[in-house]
């Protein structure tokens, strides 16, 4: 019977794994101060592996792999430094967290 009750609680929990951004290929996290006003920014996959990121003191929209949208300010472009593609990104109501990196934008390839 314990055996029943541990394969129907691996059951359950596997069942509420969840995409940190469905249907999208990337989500983008909020700032992560480093110091002496150097902040990072991870990329995650859907899993929430660390796929890429940008570390710098200058202002993201300019320097690096993501591109900004006018006032109110956010990711609307990743260029993935790997291959080169570009993803549209944007705010998704069904992003979630990875660790205790709270999802900013969830990005997806739409052809560009």
Not at 13 to 22: D, I, K, L, T, Y
């Given at each position: 019977m314990k055996t029943f009750f541990a394969i129907l609680s691996l059951a359950v929990?596997?069942?509420?794994?969840?995409?940190?951004?469905?249907g999208f290929n990337f989500a983008i996290g909020n700032a992560i101060p480093e110091g002496n006003g150097v902040n990072h920014w991870n990329v995650y996959d859907d899993s929430c592996n660390v796929v890429d990121g940008l570390t710098t003191n200058q202002n993201p929209c300019d320097v690096g792999i993501f591109g900004c949208s006018p006032p109110p300010v956010?990711?609307?472009e990743y260029t993935n430094s790997f291959t080169g593609l570009r993803y549209a990104c944007r705010t998704d109501p069904n992003s979630g967290v990875c660790g205790s990196d709270v999802i900013s934008v969830c990005c997806r390839n739409d052809g560009n």
């Open positions: 929990a596997a069942s509420q794994v969840a995409a940190v951004c469905p956010l990711f609307n």
